[in-house]
């Protein structure tokens, strides 16, 4: 059914057409609205039997999800930023454990200092936890993959993140197709646990585990990563069948066939990016987009695939690695590796900063005329960034950095001399 509706409360429909058993809820924006959601429908007996739990902390709500999922209960939690690093140790227990909890990421950068508005570095700060992450481009896909990731943490026994860009596509109202019950349930069916803890055959779940096998458990989660990489387009095919739509999937391409650059991102950027290359291929320039949809495991093989044809390629991301450079590009020079393309970095977005597609059109036309730096910060004000790094060789007590930077760019009012 199509409606026009908030990103997060599609996605709460989503998950509550998949039927969890327990909801484990602690708000912090921008996922807020989705756990609000889900609990209105708990409430008002929409969605049933389904327990939602209030607790108090990110950390305790992943906390509860392990415990009900090892108790054979489909499970859901939701969060970000902060929230993401708070649950960390659980974070990495839950999969650890091969329990198939499913939660959403509201994309949102990590402070200091303190930012609420989107970018990709919570998530990514996770990418080694053993958590399967797959990206959402529009609403349309948050939805889609959300049911998708019930079906893919169940059958692998592992969790899984779905994760959406906070507030571009949370809070945004958009045309969404809803699903009918009928078609979720013959699409994803009635969870049966691979392990559960039952009184009547008692087992444990979490044994201390010594050097004579930890090992083999770890590599182990890394085979299941592996084995996604056939499940995860599977699932998706299977999707398509059933609601006749492509969504889910480890990458997708856009305008890729005979393009001497390919750039490659993930996320919301994805439509800005692609009307963007729509303005270029106008112009005779070739020029096409990967976007990748399946982060971890990540999908060497097919991106491989994608690039092989290029001469160069320019990885945009909303994240990365302080003292190093791009995130995603480390992985995708990995799939380069023998093959020799040229590669840049753009580093676009931290914070909220808008992603424009004059900019857009600036950067790639560089890339294309093999003019841009290696590693870009797109729009970074160097000014201010000079200012500061003169104010700290000149003196000592130079203060915070944040609030010198606000003062530069007029954002808050200088001291009175």
């Known amino acids: 059914m199509l409606k026009q509706m908030e990103g997060s409360q599609a996605v709460a429909q989503a998950v509550a057409l998949a039927r969890p058993e327990v909801i484990c809820a602690y708000p912090i924006s921008p996922q807020t ?29 992943m906390s509860v999800a392990i415990g009900s999922s090892a108790a054979g209960a489909r499970t859901y939690t939701a969060t970000a930023s902060q929230g993401l690093l708070f649950m960390a140790e659980a974070v990495y227990n839950a999969s650890g454990l091969g329990l198939p909890i499913v939660m959403t990421v509201a994309n949102r950068a990590i402070g200091a200092p303190i930012n609420i508005w989107n970018d990709h570095s919570d998530s990514m700060s996770q990418r080694d936890c053993g958590w399967i992450q797959l990206f959402a481009e529009s609403n349309q896909e948050a939805v889609d993959v959300h049911l998708q990731a019930f079906k893919l943490a ?30 979720v349930d013959a699409f994803l069916p009635p969870y049966e646990p691979r392990q559960v803890l039952d009184t009547s055959d008692p087992v444990s779940i979490g044994a201390m585990v010594g050097p004579e096998a930890f090992m083999e458990v770890r590599y182990l989660a890394h085979a ?20 006749g739509r492509n969504s889910g999937g480890l990458i997708r391409t856009y305008k890729t066939e005979g393009a001497d650059t390919i750039v490659i991102a993930l996320g919301s950027v994805l439509g800005t990016i692609k009307d963007t290359i729509d303005e270029m291929q106008a112009d005779g320039i070739k020029i096409g987009v ?3 949809q399946s982060f971890r495991p990540f999908p060497i093989a097919a991106v491989r695939a994608v690039l092989q044809g290029a001469k160069k390629f320019v990885v945009l991301e909303k994240s990365f690695s302080v003292g190093l450079g ?13 093959i020799g393309l040229k590669g840049f970095t753009i580093i676009a977005g931290l914070g909220g900063r808008a992603i424009t597609k004059a900019s857009l059109h600036r ?55």
């Not at 989705?34 to 950390?59: H, M, R, Y």
């Not at 791009?326 to 023998?338: E, Y």
């Open 33 to 61: 609205h989705i756990v609000e959601g889900l609990g209105g429908l708990v409430k008002d007996g929409s969605l049933n039997p389904c327990e939602f739990i209030n607790v108090e902390s990110e950390f305790a709500a």
């Open 154 to 183: 169940e059958e692998l026994s592992m969790p899984v993140m779905v994760c959406m860009d906070g507030f571009i596509l949370t809070h945004a109202y958009e045309r969404v197709d809803i699903p009918d019950q009928a078609d």
């Open 224 to 243: 299941k990563q592996l084995m996604a990489l056939d499940v995860i387009p599977r699932i998706s095919e299977e999707f398509k069948a059933r609601f």
């Open 290 to 292: 990967l976007g990748i």
């Open 326 to 338: 791009g995130v995603v590009s480390t992985d995708v020079r990995l799939a380069m590796t023998g």
């Open 363 to 417: 950067a790639f036309r560089e890339a294309v005329a093999d003019t841009l730096e290696q590693t870009t910060f797109l729009d970074l004000d160097w000014r201010i960034v000079n200012r500061q790094l003169e104010r700290e060789a000149q003196i000592r007590r130079s203060g915070p950095i944040a609030e010198n930077l606000l003062r530069d760019v007029g954002a808050i009012a200088s001291k009175v001399a």
